[in-house]
C-alpha cells in the first residue's frame, strides 16, 4: 500500500511528460505531411557505388 504513494504519482507525472511531449510535437508540426517522407524514402537516388565495391578480388590482386 505504501509503494502505491510513490507509484500514483510517478505514474501521473509520466502521462503528463507523454502529453507534453505530444503537444511539443504537434505544435512543431511533425504530424503535418507524414506521406511526403515515405515517398521520399522511395525516389532517393542511391549513392555511387565505387568501380571496385562488390567486385571479388581477382587471385593475383589479394591483399
Known amino acids: 500500500m505504501e509503494s502505491l504513494y510513490l507509484l500514483i504519482p510517478l505514474s501521473a507525472l509520466l502521462v503528463l511528460g507523454i502529453i507534453a511531449v505530444f ?22 537516388e542511391a549513392p555511387a557505388l ?14
Open 23 to 44: 503537444g511539443w510535437a504537434l505544435h512543431r508540426g511533425q504530424f503535418e505531411d507524414i506521406d511526403a517522407e515515405a515517398e521520399r524514402i522511395l525516389t532517393d
Open 50 to 63: 565505387d568501380s571496385r565495391q562488390g567486385q571479388k578480388p581477382t587471385p593475383g590482386e589479394e591483399s
